[in-house]
């Protein structure tokens, strides 16, 4: 089912957006994040986050476009429960490349970086929670969709859902989200990539 940016609610708004019923236009304020405590020793819940309220099984897709090119440039999509326990899943450009990223946090963050494409400046992101597990996929076409991460999350009874991007380094980062649906938990086999 399409879902109508519009009926997001903000955590951490931008200055500056556009919502419309199809897409979300954001470009990201100065030093804004997500991140709790490992390696770093911080925590950050700063990140632009438009979230669209979910039951316990669904599978979410968005598209995301943009230019990264700044360390820590970042967009994507983001599970939310509360402050401790979070996905944020897309593009992260670090170490001079573009990366697809995702940043499991119960409590604490891990990371995670893969590379299975480099063209990032248009893609999708797709997530699928069903019975604790969490399974990450990505696709440059909409069709054909490699797995990015099979992580364990923890049960809720409502989740949040929907864009996110970040810019830890500088402002201005400018990302255009559209092609936004949450739909029931797909049944496809996890090695099945379509």
Not at 27 to 47: K, S, V
Not at 64 to 80: K, P, T, W
Not at 150 to 169: H, I, K, M, R, W
Request: aromatic content about 12%.
């Amino acid at each position: 089912m399409n879902v109508d940016f519009r009926s997001g609610k903000w955590l951490n708004a931008p200055a500056t957006s556009e919502v419309s019923e199809h897409s979300l236009t954001i470009t990201t304020d100065q030093n804004t994040d997500f991140w709790r405590e490992t390696h770093y020793g911080f925590t950050r819940d700063t990140g632009h986050f438009l979230g669209v309220a979910s039951g316990v099984g669904f599978t979410a897709t968005v598209r995301i476009q943009g230019e990264f090119r700044s360390l820590y440039d970042q967009a994507g999509l983001m599970v939310r429960i509360d402050e401790k326990r979070w996905v944020k899943t897309g593009v992260e450009f670090t170490d001079g490349q573009v990366f697809l990223s995702t940043v499991v946090t119960d409590g604490k963050s891990d990371w995670s970086v893969s590379q299975p494409f480099k063209e990032l400046e248009d893609f999708y992101i797709r997530v699928t929670l069903s019975n604790g597990a969490m399974r990450i996929q990505t696709s440059r076409d909409g069709h054909f969709w490699p797995l990015l991460r099979l992580a364990p999350f923890p049960a809720a009874s409502t989740y949040q859902v929907g864009p996110t991007a970040c810019t830890p380094e500088r402002s201005g980062l400018v990302v255009r989200f559209s092609e936004f649906e949450i739909n029931p938990t797909t049944t496809k086999d996890l090695h099945d990539l379509t």
